[in-house]
């Protein structure tokens, strides 16, 4: 492999480092308030990088997951600087929004190879829909066709029967002509072998057939909920003119919202504004917020997961669900799960595959409620696209937090905004 040109990285996971003859100029804009780098947060450090990145004359740069810990705002600007890079981009990223706006290639890495799709994300799934169109297609003539040629078979192994019982009841007759009853039977037996060979040659044209695949789909649950789960509030969670300070800064002042029953509502707002501090409020039922006492609420943090790692996943699921083990099959089987993975132990799975893991948990969990911070976070985008129809036909009221633009679009019907110290509903 040639490199013929200077490129510049933006790791995710690697560690910042402060390089003072770079240009900042790019710093303030980003939002990053100060460098020290022993206090910096996850987003100031993804912002740092990006900068560092952007500010060096180079002909190419390598991002991975460069919209990582940014905010709506931090990624609409780092968007804007992309969009006029002039060198090549190359970028791994989950977000379907950036995507849209910056790529114009796409390469799908799967099962060991790469497939190269001209256009942004969007094009790349009309062009994946063309492809499990074309493939829906030949897999039906392949399943008409094989189902013909194995009908044809067993009607030529049939007449073979037959005439193999034609055969042996003429063999027990006396021939009342010399020699009639040998060439009888060599006619009866030339029969036979005919039907028997046909069967055989349309059964190598089986064989010839090979295998198409059925393409794939995402398998669909109907969410249900118990009777003792129902609640008949039509604003299971109510903040009324609600307070918060957090160390010296006021978060909220004055502040109220309401949560409709039934509906998937997103909090935004950029980042320190005070999302995740709103849903611990309502986790410590915190003084100005009401909830509905029937109220049986669930919650996905960004870390701090905890789970019994010697437990295999069937197992891990089925722990206060009342969904049988077909339905949790096919929850798992939507998140990306092999048939293979349902009886591993939570200890060899990868960090990702256990946040799928208690995510599919969750929604299947004795709730009526849920409360979820950021759960796109480290999610490929088919589990993503897969959470989202699961969390649309979620029987419950969910309460989210999420940057991802394509997320808010396609699963809120109710949004507010952290602006100002308070909770704007947006709409």
């Not at 900042?24 to 993804?46: C, H, N, P």
């Not at 094009?123 to 499990?132: A, H, I, S």
């Not at 909920?225 to 978060?251: M, R, W």
């Not at 909830?291 to 010697?310: C, H, M, R, V």
């Amino acid at each position: 492999m040639n490199r013929l040109g200077e490129l510049a990285y933006i790791p995710q996971l690697d560690e910042v480092t402060l390089q003072v003859e770079k240009d900042f100029a790019l710093v303030g804009k980003l939002g990053v308030e100060q460098l020290d780098i022993q206090t910096m947060s996850g987003g100031e450090e993804t912002r740092l990088k990006i900068a560092q990145a952007l500010s060096a004359q180079v002909h190419g740069i390598l991002a991975d997951e460069p919209t990582s810990h940014l905010d709506r705002e931090g990624i609409d600007f780092l968007i804007g600087q992309l969009k006029y890079f002039t060198g090549a981009l190359l970028v791994i990223s989950h977000d379907r929004y950036f995507l849209d706006e910056i790529v114009d290639k796409i390469w799908e890495l799967k099962d060991g190879k790469i497939t190269e799709y001209w256009g942004n994300y969007s094009d790349y799934l009309r062009q994946k829909e063309e492809e499990r169109k074309s493939q829906a297609a030949e897999y039906e003539q392949f399943i008409a066709e094989r189902a013909r040629l194995e009908r044809a078979a067993e009607e030529k192994r049939k007449q073979a029967r037959k005439i193999e019982q034609k055969a042996k009841g003429a063999s027990k007759k006396k021939s009342t002509e010399g020699g009639g009853r040998l060439a009888h039977q060599k006619s009866i037996g030339s029969k036979e072998k005919k039907m028997h060979n046909a069967a055989k040659s349309l059964e190598h044209r089986i064989a010839a057939l090979g295998n198409v695949e059925a393409p794939e789909d995402i398998r669909r649950i109907r969410f249900r909920q118990s009777k003792a789960l129902e609640l008949h509030n039509p604003y299971p969670i109510v903040g009324t003119e609600i307070n918060k300070i957090f160390g010296d800064k006021a978060l909220f002042e004055n502040a109220s919202f309401q949560i409709p029953l039934g509906a998937k509502v997103a909090l935004t707002g950029g980042n320190g504004t005070g999302k995740t501090t709103l849903i611990q409020m309502i986790l410590n039922h915190e003084e100005g917020i009401s909830i509905s006492p029937k109220a049986k609420i669930g919650y996905f943090a960004q870390n701090g997961y905890k789970y019994n790692s010697n437990q295999n996943v069937m197992e891990f699921m089925q722990e206060d669900c009342d969904y049988n083990i077909s339905e949790i099959r096919s929850v798992l089987a939507s998140m990306g799960f092999k048939q293979n993975d349902i009886g591993k132990s939570l200890s060899v799975l990868s960090g990702g595959e256990i946040i799928k893991l208690l995510l599919a948990k969750m929604l299947m969990g004795r709730y009526n409620i849920l409360l979820m911070d950021e759960p796109s976070n480290f999610l490929d985008i088919p589990s993503l696209e897969a959470l989202e129809i699961l969390m649309k036909e979620y029987a419950g009221t969910i309460v989210f937090i999420t940057h991802d633009k394509r997320l808010l679009e396609n699963v809120a019907d109710v949004v507010y905004e952290i602006r100002d110290k308070k909770i704007n509903l947006k709409h």
